[in-house]
């Protein structure tokens, strides 16, 4: 690809027109100001991106956000939707963390309540929350008692003392998607997923602790509960190796399956299948299933945070409430509806490394928020700002009713370990104020802030573009990574 393929549909929408390519069956379009798609054309993303615009069932255009990079078939920053019946649904345009998502807790601390504890809190947090490669937690099931959590996903948690009702209420699609069918997923997968539920995990997942910087949409923050200087916490993970296993379990099905159903891919790491089709359910329910696992994990994690808050601020006479203010998906594939061509339409929507961004007046919105629009969860990169956004009509006429989701990579973890040290980066950033806990410091160096696009400039770009509205910008003083 190159920057003369595109043309300029608006300031921040670029087009690849459906003639670009024999086989494109709909137009292909990136949100990016010039120097987000010029950083775009650096890697595979944009043809990764075309790529999609030929899967069967496609409808309107394939949406690329401007923190796109390059991933497994799908760019990771990448949304398409097929319609039902015969639209196919793809694990690549889901990915292999199945939910990996958001959660973002508030407290009613100021950011000079918790200095003194601050350390304390750093260190209790990353005690009390297993993080790193395989690490298991303390939640032990047993087999039965993992199908019953897939299926009921955070109503399993409510009823067992590890969230409340505000919770759910307050979690997309109230953490629980239907028709999660256990017996749709291996037993590879569920022996990987007994012990892993409540932990953190490793690679960009993390827990930080961030202070409000700036409030740019009063009514949506105060509805929110947000102000400045105000102590919130973001979690950041997924489905571990429970939805990882799942991924790799349909992928290798349906790279067998695909030629049955006449399908012709410009990439095998495309497979799908028809949603209506036996291997498209199937998939779809144990995708559901890894999606609930994921709800699960980060009630936990929330159920550990408050344990911890509890722990460091006993007797200093500060409130220990931790409340919760929405939590979000990023890697799904959901059945919707959505007007194309003037009348409404039942699509399956993949998000990939992208976030739904449903405007106001949604039904599915929790009765706090249905005015303002749906809370958007964006993290930065460790040591950067962190946003939260909300939904607008435009995001519904545009992108499905979707946003971006981080800031993108600009390095590989690889690249990213060559070139940046560890310990030299946490010494920067505990020199910023930022107080870090990492498992490893390779692992910490592959999170670096330069190894990722100004998040910022991300925020302006689905901002120009009225895809999300800024209501708060969040910042770094703790960060627990694995």
């Not at 919130?232 to 049955?260: A, E, L, M, N, P």
């Not at 106001?360 to 969860?377: E, F, H, K, N, T």
């Not at 370990?417 to 930022?434: C, F, N, P, V, Y």
Request: with cysteine.
């Amino acid at each position: 690809m190159k920057r003369s393929d595109f043309k300029q549909i608006t300031p921040y929408v670029h087009e690849i027109p459906a003639t670009f390519r024999a086989d494109m069956r709909v137009p292909a379009r990136f949100y990016a100001d010039g120097e987000l798609l010029e950083a775009a054309l650096g890697d595979k993303s944009l043809d990764q991106l075309i790529n999609t615009a030929t899967l069967p069932g496609i409808v309107k255009y394939a949406l690329a956000m401007p923190d796109i990079h390059q991933g497994y078939g799908f760019p990771i920053g990448g949304v398409i939707a097929t319609e039902l019946p015969d639209g196919v649904i793809s694990p690549g345009g889901v990915g292999y963390d199945i939910n990996c998502g958001v959660r973002l807790l508030a407290t009613h601390l100021h950011r000079d309540d918790i200095a003194p504890h601050l350390d304390r809190l750093a260190s209790a947090l990353q005690a009390n929350c297993p993080n790193g490669v395989g690490r298991g937690g303390s939640v032990r099931l047993k087999r039965q008692d993992l199908d019953r959590l897939v299926e009921q996903g955070a109503d399993w948690a409510l009823k067992n003392g590890y969230a409340t009702k505000m919770d759910l209420e307050r979690t997309e699609e109230n953490g629980r998607l239907p028709h999660a069918d256990a017996s749709k997923v291996s037993e590879r997968a569920k022996k990987r997923g007994l012990d892993q539920i409540g932990t953190l995990g490793a690679g960009n997942h993390f827990i930080e602790v961030d202070v409000v910087d700036e409030i740019f949409y009063d009514e949506a923050a105060q509805r929110m509960g947000l102000f400045p200087g105000q102590i919130v916490v973001q979690i950041h993970c997924g489905s571990r190796g429970f939805g990882h296993q799942i991924c790799t379990d349909y992928v290798k099905r349906f790279q067998k399956s695909v030629h049955q159903y006449g399908i012709k891919l410009p990439d095998r790491e495309l497979v799908c299948a028809p949603l209506s089709s036996p291997e498209g359910q199937d998939y779809q329910a144990a995708m559901h299933a890894a999606a609930n696992y994921a709800f699960v994990n980060r009630q936990v994690l929330t159920h550990l945070i408050r344990q911890s808050f509890t722990q460091v601020l006993a007797g200093t006479g500060l409130r220990d409430t931790v409340y919760q203010i929405y939590d979000i998906a990023h890697n799904m594939a959901k059945i919707e509806e959505h007007e194309v061509d003037g009348r409404k339409r039942k699509l399956c929507v993949h998000r990939k490394g992208a976030t739904r961004a449903f405007g106001p007046g949604s039904a599915v919105l929790p009765d706090v928020y249905r005015d303002i629009g749906q809370p958007v969860l964006v993290p930065g990169s460790m040591g950067t700002a962190s946003w939260v956004l909300v939904g607008t009509e435009k995001s519904m006429a545009q992108s499905f009713g979707s946003t971006c989701h981080g800031a993108g990579r600009t390095m590989s973890r690889s690249q990213a370990k060559r070139t940046i040290r560890g310990d030299e980066l946490r010494e920067e950033l505990e020199a910023e104020g930022i107080h870090v806990r990492a498992g490893s410091l390779p692992g910490l160096a592959e999170e670096a802030p330069s190894a990722y696009k100004d998040v910022d400039k991300v925020i302006e770009v689905v901002h120009g573009a009225g895809i999300a509205r800024k209501v708060a910008r969040i910042v770094p003083v703790a960060v627990v990574k694995g």
